[in-house]
């Protein structure tokens, strides 16, 4: 059929495989095993759906907090045993051994026994010249020594001297290469505080050349302004207008109202006189009373001219 065309995987043969099982409503015998299964997911799904603590707001987090007490009483009883050791105290260094150069010959020996025939200068002869043979090569190793030790010594000043000299040549070094670092910071700090002088000289011409441009159309009219409101004078001028015009207004006023006082002092007079006159003449004749007139405005005249030539 169709299992043949799709295959057993195909989802044609297991619908029709498994179409009679979803469609039966017969009961399922359940097993034993089966039971606790059941109780762990009933378990699992209360756990699941339980209220739990509510998701922590934006920009704060959860930090778990011990609720028990900090300090826990330990009633177990921990054994315990003393133990202790004690080291022997360090014996004293032997002193060292005497050094004792190695045998060069084969040791030998002899005995004369009482009665036997012996010549001491014919029997000694060999023992002194080992003797002296001995004592000869140990002179000779010891020369060899001391001058050995001589060369040791003399080629130990020669080093300590060139160790001498190296130390000297390298704290020369030392004292040269801390002068050129030295010269080398000063250098760096002269050449820095000189870049700072420079960028200080160049903003300084800067803004002086930016404000001569700026204010240089200004400097006429900033004098205009100000020799029209008065702050530039000539002190001759000023003086004369501020000193000696007020003074000789206040004499000229003076002298006018001086003036007009005595005007009006010879006025009244004058009014005086003629209102004098027509009361003593009278009915007088027309020509004798013109005359007088006349008299009296040429005296008048007169008056008034001498007043204004003293004036």
Not at 37 to 49: A, H, L, P, Q
Request: net charge negative; aromatic share 8%.
């Amino acid at each position: 059929m169709d299992h043949k065309k799709f295959g057993r995987d195909g989802i044609e043969f297991y619908m029709q495989r498994y179409w009679n099982l979803v469609q039966e409503n017969r009961p399922i015998r359940s097993f034993p095993q089966n039971k606790n299964r059941r109780s762990n997911v009933k378990d699992r799904k209360m756990i699941e759906t339980r209220n739990g603590t509510p998701q922590p707001v934006s920009g704060r987090k959860h930090t778990d907090v011990q609720t028990e007490l900090f300090l826990e009483e330990l009633y177990d009883v921990i054994e315990a045993d003393d133990v202790c050791c004690q080291t022997d105290a360090f014996l004293d260094r032997p002193p060292t051994p005497l050094f004792v150069p190695a045998k060069t010959g084969v040791d030998a020996e002899t005995q004369i026994l009482p009665n036997d025939l012996f010549d001491f200068d014919m029997e000694v002869k060999p023992i002194l010249e080992v003797l002296v043979g001995k004592v000869m090569e140990q002179a000779v190793l010891e020369v060899s020594e001391e001058e050995e030790l001589a060369n040791i010594r003399e080629q130990q000043l020669q080093l300590e001297e060139v160790r001498e000299a190296d130390l000297l040549e390298v704290q020369r070094l030392e004292e040269r290469e801390r002068r050129y670092r030295k010269e080398k910071e000063r250098r760096i700090a002269q050449h820095r505080e000189f870049q700072v002088q420079k960028e200080d000289l160049v903003s300084k011409i800067s803004a002086r050349t930016f404000a001569k441009v700026y204010v240089e159309p200004l400097v006429p009219t900033v004098y205009e302004y100000l020799y029209d409101q008065g702050y530039f004078y000539d002190v001759i001028e000023h003086n004369i207008e501020s000193n000696f015009l007020p003074w000789l207004m206040e004499s000229v006023c003076k002298e006018l109202e001086f003036e007009k006082q005595a005007r009006a002092l010879l006025d009244t007079m004058i009014r005086e006189v003629v209102t004098d006159i027509k009361q003593s003449c009278g009915n007088s004749t027309e020509h004798s009373t013109e005359d007088s007139h006349e008299e009296i405005g040429e005296n008048v005249e007169k008056t008034n001219d001498s007043k204004s030539e003293n004036a």
